[in-house]
């Protein structure tokens, strides 16, 4: 992760749904413009638009012999380098998230990182000593999926097992329910608008973290 008092603050949002159009693709442009907005860099990477390949190889497992990081891996490694923040931007299909998104955790955020580092505290990537939030979309209601347990899980899937594996700064949630075809403009406004805030926040902390006392690590639970 960049240190931010260096220079402007600069945001990777990860967007991992197939659909161009769809609500999480507006989710990432909202947070993106917001980001901009507030005077701080934001890239977007669109793995589906990308043809992203979520499959972990063999010689990518870094606890066996002749591992080596894939070429595909190693550029997005660099796109994403110096990055203050990662947005992860996805639905939840059939309880959990797209085979998309932990492709992406297998091949790229724990890249090089072994099960023995995590467990010690020592795991490296690129959300080490960083900020992440990660907001999700799903067509069940919150209340049903709360119901079931499956927000805390999703919770602790999301955001607080990343944020202590890889030692971050701060992890954020918002999960938005109810998503489905045919929603109100004033349904989306008002979700999309809760986005723009949470994105205010991470660049206010940011601007603290540049000009200021750094604060502690905290993690959300978008509550």
């Known amino acids: 992760m960049a240190d931010a008092a260096k220079g402007h603050a600069r945001h990777v949002a990860i967007l991992i749904h197939p659909d161009p159009q769809s609500f999480n693709a507006a989710i990432a442009h ?3 413009e ?3 907005e507030c005077g701080q860099e934001a890239i977007l990477r669109d793995l589906y638009a990308m043809k992203f390949d979520p499959v972990l190889k063999s010689e990518e497992r870094p606890d066996r012999r002749g591992f080596e990081i894939a070429p595909d891996v190693r550029a997005e490694l660099e796109a994403i380098e110096g990055c203050d923040v990662v947005a992860l931007i996805y639905p939840i299909w059939f309880g959990l998230p ?4 932990k492709g992406y955790v297998d091949r790229v955020i724990g890249a ?6 995590v467990q010690d505290g020592a795991g490296r990537g690129p959300l080490t000593a960083g900020h992440m939030i990660t907001i999700t979309t799903s067509g069940a209601r919150d209340a049903w999926l709360d119901e079931q347990g499956q927000l805390d899980s999703l919770r602790e899937l999301s955001s607080r097992y990343l944020f202590r594996a ?3 700064k701060s992890a954020d949630y918002l999960h938005i329910g109810s998503i489905v075809e045919g929603l109100p403009t004033r349904f989306i406004d008002e979700h999309l ?6 994105a205010r926040k991470i660049c206010a902390r940011l601007a603290v973290e540049q000009y200021g006392a750094a604060a502690p690590p905290s993690i959300s639970d978008g509550s």
Do not use: K, L, W
């Open 34 to 36: 917001t980001v901009r």
């Open 30 to 32: 909202a947070y993106c």
């Open 98 to 101: 797209p085979a998309m998104m």
């Open 193 to 198: 608008s809760d986005v723009r805030e949470r």
């Open 112 to 117: 090089g990182v072994t099960p023995h580092q």
């Open 166 to 168: 890889f030692s971050m």
